[in-house]
């Protein structure tokens, strides 16, 4: 059980309860009631999976997803309900001014997909992603109305079911409807975009643009979508990317010397384990995400693009590097920074991404892989790391050390990302 959310295990007991697998496979499909979820766990939190990592284990064991017909009811079936962001698509790059006349909301320090949103209209990336001047009309949640739509050849009617709008800004040719991550995403739940077009759609005379924004590593990224078919829930396409970024304060080698000058750092003796998350940017977002507030691991699994082993790679991986606390407490495992980690995220963008730098760099593997990075030019082989890996005498043996190397490799890229060459 220890690797399964508390959804997971819900939901088990309602596919026993309910013979779900055996109803699904003879009709195609089963419709539930947020009453029986209720018997085993909240409906609202049982029942939306943002991104398809999110789905329960049984979910993802037999290729089913779950979608709201009204406020009271779901059904469960073979559909295809997340789009796939393709890593290749062209992305447009924009740097946009900072705008120094705001003092009560600030840059970077956007710990919330509210806040970035209003900074990202402030800022007028709204208006200069649409083209044309655009106010804020809508956020919040509001009633679907009635509409029928098809997803893989099967027809469903929904009956004012709930659905959530960041925020909706509102041009003379458009209303953009928007989506809104405080982390990067590789995959969405299209319900968070269909059912908002298809009510706006039907009452306005604009063209209803619906997209997803993410607040990202202190980037700002746009991804406009239309509907090819407004009846067909899949026929999403991905027309645009804009990233919006502003000119930092270049970090050059020589800001990163001071962190090497002194005597290589001690290997830490608390039973953290070596780091196994290999996408930095990641680690970045999971202590964006605790800036804002303290999350259980179901909170991390359950909301944001983690499954329970990333969760737990990703976690570790703050730890190791003294920016996230982990505390026992009567309901579970809680979350939270460090007060180190506080300051570095409240610091300014070129103090915040040195003290990130130098957070890795106290550590003996990555301070000895970096300083061979400066000396050959390059980011050393994996063969090299797993060397250098070897001689640290880490408490880790066999094909872990080379999977381990990954992420010294990715880490100290990462580093390199940032400086100014």
């Not at 059980?1 to 109803?23: G, P, V």
């Not at 999976?49 to 290729?63: G, Q």
């Amino acid at each position: 059980m220890a690797n399964l959310t508390k959804n997971d295990i819900a939901w088990n007991t309602l596919f026993e309860r309910y013979d779900l697998l055996t109803k699904i496979r003879n009709d195609g499909y089963f419709e539930i009631t947020a009453a029986q979820i209720n018997e085993e766990r909240e409906s609202r939190l049982m029942a939306k999976f943002d991104h398809s990592v999110n789905l329960p284990a049984i979910f993802k064991e037999h290729n089913l997803s779950i979608l709201p017909l009204s406020r009271s009811k779901y059904i469960v079936g073979q559909f295809r309900t997340h789009f796939t962001i393709a890593s290749n698509f062209e992305k447009q790059h924009v740097v946009f001014e900072i705008p120094h006349n705001i003092e009560s909301i600030s840059f970077p320090n956007l710990h919330s997909e509210s806040l970035a949103l209003n900074y990202a209209y402030i800022a007028g990336l709204i208006t200069d992603f649409l083209e044309e001047e655009a106010y804020q009309t809508l956020s919040g949640r509001m009633s679907t109305g009635c509409f029928d739509f098809t997803i893989n050849n099967r027809s469903i009617t929904v009956e004012n079911s709930q659905c959530e709008i960041d925020a909706g800004f509102e041009s003379d040719n458009y209303l953009l409807l928007i989506e809104a991550k405080n982390y990067a995403v590789d995959d969405f739940l299209i319900r968070q975009l269909y059912y908002p077009f298809r009510l706006w759609s039907s009452m306005v005379d604009q063209q209803v643009i619906p997209a997803i924004m993410t607040f990202s590593n202190d980037t700002f990224t746009f991804y406009k979508f239309k509907f090819n078919e407004i009846s067909q829930y899949s026929s999403l396409e991905l027309t645009q990317v804009v990233e919006y970024s502003v000119q930092p304060e270049p970090i050059s080698s020589d800001d990163i010397m001071p962190f090497l000058s002194g005597l290589p750092p001690a290997e830490n003796s608390e039973s953290i384990p070596f780091p196994q998350a290999d996408k930095f940017e990641r680690v970045i977002d999971l202590l964006s995400l605790l800036a804002e507030r303290e999350l259980t691991k179901d909170d991390i699994t359950e909301n944001y693009q983690f499954d329970i082993r990333q969760t737990q790679y990703y976690t570790d991986a703050g730890r190791y590097l003294g920016l996230i606390n982990k505390t026992h407490k009567s309901d579970g495992i809680i979350f939270h920074l460090t007060n180190d980690a506080r300051k570095i995220f409240n610091s300014s963008y070129k103090n915040k991404y040195l003290s990130i730098i130098a957070t890795i760099l106290n550590k003996p593997v990555f301070y000895k892989v970096f300083q061979e990075s400066l000396r050959i030019g390059a980011v050393p082989s994996k063969d090299a790391i797993v060397t250098i890996m070897q001689q640290a005498n880490l408490d880790i043996t066999g094909t872990t050390i080379p999977r381990r190397a990954r992420t010294v490799n990715s880490w100290v890229n990462w580093i390199w990302e940032q400086i100014e060459t």
